[in-house]
T-cell receptor, first 117, second 114 residues
Framework: GAGVSQSPSNKVTEKGKDVELRCDPI?????LYWYRQSLGQGLEFLIY????????KSGLPSDRFSAERTGGSVSTLTIQRTQQEDSAVYLC???????????????FGPGTRLTVT | GDSVTQMEGPVTLSEEAFLTINCTYT??????LFWYVQYPGEGLQLLLK?????DKGSNKGFEATYRKETTSFHLEKGSVQVSDSAVYFC?????????????FGQGTRLTINP
């Protein structure tokens, strides 16, 4: 079946502009995650959704970052007033619930490479 | 807090050499442990996993054993190939600070020369 998809694959924006990144999880996966991969910082957890709610937003780096998920499916990560330090690859992942609870096995999308000039 | 420490890279080996990439973790509770691989120009792929102590995960000739006594999950392969060149990430997964998430190590870049 189809994997996790993300769009756009690449985004170049000017400092101060807002950007929206989109993630389409695997059908039937109830949990959705956003991570950021940048040089020198490795892979950094940003936020997690169970259904449409986000129990923990503490990984978001600043109040310029926000995310939402609608219909238990597609999620958007919005970065307002982008800064050069926001340049990174933003990864989305999803996972499914087993009879014993989540396996924590996450399936990743290809990422969106954001460059802020 | 929960964390993962990986062997620093880059690692360069010749084809058919034995590979070990060390990974140790700090966690409260009983996390699941994973190795993810990122091939050049591609996204993260799950390589193998172990969900409890003494479990051995294996895939594509790679193996790792969940060692609770040493809090380790070292990745091994007996004979590497050029196609194994990639960045390898060790990760632990569970409910951490109220959120289900993966905590990753810094990644180890592996290059295999023919």
């Amino acid at each position: 079946g189809a994997g996790v998809s993300q769009s756009p694959s690449n985004k170049v924006t000017e400092k101060g502009k807002d950007v929206e990144l989109r993630c389409d999880p695997i059908s039937g996966h109830t949990a959705l995650y956003w991570y950021r991969q940048s040089l020198g910082q490795g892979l950094e957890f940003l936020i997690y959704f169970q259904g449409n709610s986000a129990p923990d937003k503490s990984g978001l780096p600043s109040d310029r970052f926000s995310a939402e998920r609608t219909g238990g499916s597609v999620s958007t990560l919005t970065i307002q007033r982008t800064q050069q330090e926001d340049s990174a690859v933003y990864l989305c992942a999803s996972s499914y619930r087993t009879s014993g609870g989540f396996t924590y096995e996450q399936y990743f999308g290809p990422g969106t490479r954001l460059t802020v000039t | 807090g929960d964390s993962v420490t990986q062997m620093e890279g880059p690692v360069t080996l010749s084809e058919e050499a034995f590979l070990t990439i060390n990974c140790t973790y700090t966690a409260t509770g009983y996390p699941s442990l994973f190795w993810y691989v990122q091939y050049p120009g591609e996204g993260l792929q799950l390589l193998l996993k172990a969900t409890k102590a003494d479990d051995k995960g294996s895939n594509k000739g790679f193996e790792a054993t969940y060692r609770k006594e040493t809090t380790s999950f070292h990745l091994e392969k007996g004979s590497v190939q050029v196609s194994d060149s990639a960045v390898y990430f060790c990760a632990l997964g569970g409910v951490i600070q109220g959120a289900q998430k993966l905590v990753f190590g810094q990644g180890t870049r592996l290059t295999i020369n023919p």
